[in-house]
C-alpha cells in the first residue's frame, strides 16, 4: 500500500509545475529572468526544481518550457525513489488584480521501479502570496490517463502541495 501511495504522490507531484517570485508582479520590467522554480510534496515525497524558462514573465500570459524543466535539460528531481517527467509545456494565465493564476493543462507521468502512471490535470488555480510572484496552488485532482493496473484512476493534490515561483 505505501507503495502505491508513493507512486500516486509522484504522479499528482509534477501535476504542479512550480512557478514564484519575489518582486511584485506589476514591478516587473525587462530585467526580469523568465525563469520559475518548483516544488510539489505528497505523501512524505518531494519533486524540485530551478530555472525552467518561460515566454514571458507575470503578469503576462506565459509558457513554461518542459525541456528545461525535464532532466536533461531540466533539474527535476524527487525523493523517495519516485521519478516524474513533465508531457507537455504548460500555459499560464494570470489576473494580477485578484492575485490568481490559472494553468490550461498539466500532463506528467511519475514512475516508481517499473510501474508508470500517466495523469492530467486542467484548469488548475494558483493563489499569489502576498505581492510577491510566488504561487501556491488550490487544491486540484488529476485523471489517470495511462499506465499501470496499479495507478490510482485519479490523484488529488491538496491545496498548499505544490508551489510555483516565477522570477
Do not use: E, H
Not at 511584485?24 to 523568465?34: F, I, K, N, S, V
Not at 516508481?112 to 499569489?128: D, E
Request: proline fraction near 4%; glycine fraction near 10%; hydrophobic fraction near 40%.
Amino acid at each position: 500500500m505505501r507503495y502505491l501511495a508513493k507512486l500516486s504522490c509522484a504522479s499528482a507531484l509534477v501535476l504542479a509545475a512550480a512557478l514564484g517570485g519575489t518582486t511584485t508582479a506589476t514591478a516587473l520590467g525587462p530585467a526580469a529572468d523568465q525563469l520559475v522554480d518548483g516544488v510539489i510534496v505528497v505523501a512524505g515525497s518531494t519533486c524540485t526544481w530551478t530555472n525552467g524558462k518561460t515566454s514571458a514573465n507575470p503578469p503576462a500570459a506565459l509558457t513554461v518550457d518542459r525541456t528545461t524543466i525535464n532532466t536533461p535539460g531540466g533539474n527535476l528531481a524527487c525523493s523517495g525513489g519516485i521519478s516524474a517527467v513533465l508531457n507537455n509545456n504548460p500555459g499560464f494565465t494570470f489576473d494580477d488584480a485578484a492575485g490568481t493564476a490559472r494553468t490550461d493543462v498539466i500532463d506528467i507521468t511519475g514512475r516508481q521501479s517499473f510501474i508508470s502512471c500517466r495523469y492530467k490535470a486542467t484548469n488548475i488555480l494558483w493563489n499569489r502570496d502576498g505581492t510577491t510572484l510566488k504561487y501556491v496552488n488550490r487544491a486540484f485532482t488529476a485523471t489517470k490517463t495511462s499506465g499501470s493496473f496499479l495507478c490510482p484512476g485519479s490523484v488529488t493534490t491538496d491545496a498548499g502541495g505544490a508551489s510555483m515561483l516565477f522570477r
